[in-house]
């Protein structure tokens, strides 16, 4: 089945030429431009923004927000696309992507679009005029008239998190779709036109070959920010053509760390953790930035981290027919083997290496004493070592501080506090819990940065200029 994505304004579709992405059962049809029609969009969408400028930033999250209860809505016809089609063009299961992407979803209700907006900005009605700032002036927040996204397809659905927050500070928006998943953005653009025109005239949803530089540099040339998403060498040279005036977003390769106290090692409460990083290891088989590639267990007296390796492979062996591992490609499957058989033969002549995996192979976990740090190759594979102290780690991961983002920990308050301290020297830009690493809440820190306020420049009225402005007015004593 041919089904049309993407999302191209002010280009009637029969004027469009579109080139073919074949899945198993569908093939997408996603919108190729030529030059001359990017740039008439780019230019379209600039000279229609200011009716995107002219809605409250209330009135956009509402828009957003009712788009989002369809996507929620089981019996709507988007969310019946999305759980039968994603499913079979992603190999994910339909248990993990109904529930992995629901709870995705309500990231984005209006409630949890407010929090966006009061952690990034003291005042949101900086978003619409000049607000009292602390230096005694006023300041507005002014978003550029295009943002460029560049997506990965890794997780499903995830390109919502930048086109939203694009939205939400009134820009308009030219976006590359992934070649893996092109399906859900396009829907949910799709449905926010269908809900309101103007919204749709600010977003063009397209798609570009990877290394066709002509069609992204017309993109870079309209756009004041550029967000890039995906893998480390490719966005370095992306990174190279944009000029020193324009501010370059990349979200690169990640690696997600779990760490486990021996307070979470108690037997009440062992059993549960172990199922934590079974499900945070299963979702989107470790393809997200945030999930868990490396666990270190400090030693106990009442679990050994040995133990525990086992049963988070206990776990993953008891969820695998309800999370069922996605097909691998070729190359994935080359290197899973491949690591396998090197740790096979090094646990030869070593006794403090274990390796514990099903009979398919669709789960692995790696036991080893020795610290390492070496990510793994994804898809439910998974390192456990153990450790003595916090500064064991602090020294093992500094090194590697470009690549760490999230840190999920299962500890009392007290340890949390003191683990938090001494480990946020190492790049980590996100602490969670154990059950709680693949779903960032709403408002977080990507990177360390910030969603919203990284999207705006800011315009100031010194207060000098509001004290000599008082020798000027009418009513003049």
């Given at each position: 089945m041919k089904l049309k994505v993407g999302h191209v304004p002010f280009?009637?579709?029969?004027?469009?030429?579109?080139?073919?992405?074949?899945?198993?059962?569908?093939?997408?049809?996603?919108?190729?431009?030529?030059?001359?029609?990017?740039?008439?969009?780019?230019?379209?969408?600039?000279?229609?923004?200011?009716?995107?400028?002219?809605?409250?930033?209330?009135?956009?999250i509402n828009l957003i927000d009712t788009a989002i209860h369809i996507f929620l809505d089981s019996q709507s016809k988007w969310r019946k696309s999305i759980d039968e089609i994603i499913p079979q063009i992603t190999g994910y299961s339909s248990e993990i992507l109904k529930v992995g992407?629901?709870?995705?979803?309500?990231?984005?209700?209006?409630?949890?679009?407010?929090?966006?907006?009061?952690?990034?900005?003291?005042?949101?009605?900086?978003?619409?005029?000049?607000?009292?700032?602390?230096?005694?002036?006023?300041?507005?927040?002014?978003?550029?008239?295009?943002?460029?996204?560049?997506?990965?397809?890794?997780?499903?659905?995830?390109?919502?998190?930048?086109?939203?927050?694009?939205?939400?500070?009134k820009s308009g928006s030219i976006c590359k779709l992934p070649k893996s998943e092109p399906f859900i953005a396009s829907w949910f653009v799709q449905l926010l036109t269908e809900i309101d025109p103007i919204i749709g005239n600010s977003i063009a949803i397209?798609?570009?070959?990877?290394?066709?530089?002509?069609?992204?540099?017309?993109?870079?040339?309209?756009?004041?920010?550029?967000?890039?998403?995906?893998?480390?060498?490719?966005?370095?040279?992306?990174?190279?053509?944009?000029?020193?005036?324009?501010?370059?977003?990349?979200?690169?390769?990640?690696?997600?760390?779990?760490?486990?106290?021996?307070?979470?090692?108690?037997?009440?409460?062992?059993?549960?953790?172990?199922?934590?990083?079974?499900?945070?290891?299963?979702?989107?088989?470790?393809?997200?930035?945030?999930?868990?590639?490396?666990?270190?267990?400090?030693?106990?007296?009442?679990?050994?981290?040995?133990?525990?390796?086992?049963?988070?492979?206990?776990?993953?062996q008891q969820l695998e027919k309800q999370y069922p591992l996605r097909p691998l490609s070729l190359e994935e499957s080359i290197e899973r083997a491949q690591r396998i058989k090197e740790i096979e033969t090094q646990s030869i002549f070593e006794d403090n290496l274990k390796l514990y995996k099903n009979q398919k192979s669709s789960w692995v976990v790696v036991y080893q004493e020795n610290h390492l740090f070496y990510p793994t190759p994804l898809n439910r594979f998974i390192r456990i070592m153990p450790f003595n102290c916090i500064n064991e780690l602090v020294q093992l991961i500094t090194p590697y501080r470009k690549y760490i983002q999230t840190i999920g920990i299962a500890g009392s308050k007290e340890t949390v506090f003191d683990w938090c301290e001494k480990l946020s020297c190492t790049g980590v830009s996100r602490f969670t819990s154990l059950k709680s690493m693949t779903l960032p809440e709403e408002g977080w820190h990507h990177d360390g940065g910030f969603n919203l306020k990284d999207l705006v420049s800011y315009v100031d009225i010194e207060q000098d200029l509001l004290s000599d402005s008082e020798n000027y007015v009418e009513y003049e004593i």
């Open positions: 280009i009637d579709s029969h004027e469009l030429s579109y080139k073919e992405i074949k899945f198993q059962n569908y093939t997408a049809l996603v919108p190729d431009l030529t030059k001359a029609q990017l740039e008439f969009v780019c230019s379209k969408i600039k000279e229609n923004r200011i009716n995107l400028q002219n809605y409250s930033t209330t009135k956009i992407f629901t709870k995705y979803l309500t990231t984005f209700r209006k409630y949890e679009l407010q929090q966006f907006i009061s952690e990034d900005f003291y005042n949101p009605n900086i978003l619409e005029q000049f607000v009292p700032n602390h230096k005694g002036g006023f300041s507005k927040a002014i978003a550029p008239d295009i943002i460029t996204h560049i997506w990965s397809g890794n997780v499903p659905g995830l390109p919502l998190w930048s086109l939203i927050s694009s939205l939400i500070v397209i798609y570009w070959p990877g290394g066709n530089t002509e069609l992204e540099d017309i993109a870079i040339n309209h756009s004041d920010i550029i967000m890039g998403y995906g893998n480390n060498e490719i966005l370095n040279k992306i990174s190279k053509r944009i000029p020193i005036t324009k501010k370059f977003l990349s979200y690169g390769e990640k690696v997600g760390l779990a760490i486990v106290s021996p307070e979470a090692l108690k037997s009440n409460k062992v059993q549960k953790n172990a199922k934590n990083l079974a499900l945070e290891i299963m979702r989107y088989d470790q393809q997200g930035c945030y999930s868990p590639q490396m666990i270190f267990v400090q030693k106990s007296a009442q679990i050994s981290p040995k133990n525990f390796a086992q049963m988070v492979s206990s776990a993953l």
